[in-house]
């Protein structure tokens, strides 16, 4: 008996986010990366010569968890970085060849995720994703905004 959470939105949007992790996860196993590689290689590959700043904007983390995960994606050769005119702090991201490989491979797996999803919800996806946009919007506001690193 869940009491309490029977009717508690928050619960539910965590019991199927963590179930949908968890079956991502199982999918791409085999790949040796996660979720958060995934989402960071398809936001590079879509967005060649993109600030780490604009990564965790783009996907809702902070930038310091996209440290860690560029440090992977760098140590599989599937990212490379270029250091910035402006600020020779900064770095630039790409996919190397192996990366775009890696990045159609997972979107594959992706679309198989996205397509079970899509048939869990059926027709109510528009009111779904509207309900999940709402939530988000209102509860993240202010979030990432204090971060100096948005203009590098």
Do not use: C, W
Request: charged share 30%; glycine share 8%.
């Amino acid at each position: 008996q869940l009491g309490r959470f029977t009717d508690s939105v928050s619960f539910h949007l965590r019991m199927a986010h963590e179930a949908a992790q968890r079956k991502i996860t199982r999918d791409i196993a085999e790949t040796g990366l996660d979720p958060a590689h995934a989402e960071v290689l398809a936001v590079i590959g879509e967005n060649p010569g993109i600030i780490p700043s604009l990564i965790a904007d783009a996907i809702g983390r902070d930038r310091s968890s996209i440290t860690g995960t560029l440090h992977v994606l760098s140590d599989h050769g599937l990212i490379q970085r270029e250091r910035t005119r402006r600020d020779r702090r900064a770095f630039l991201l790409k996919l190397t060849e192996a990366g775009e490989a890696m990045r159609q491979r997972l979107q594959a797996y992706a679309a198989a995720h996205d397509a079970l999803l899509d048939r869990i919800v059926g027709e109510d996806k528009p009111a779904v994703l509207e309900h999940l946009r709402r939530i988000a919007a209102a509860l993240g506001e202010g979030d990432r905004n204090n971060d100096p690193g948005h203009d590098v």
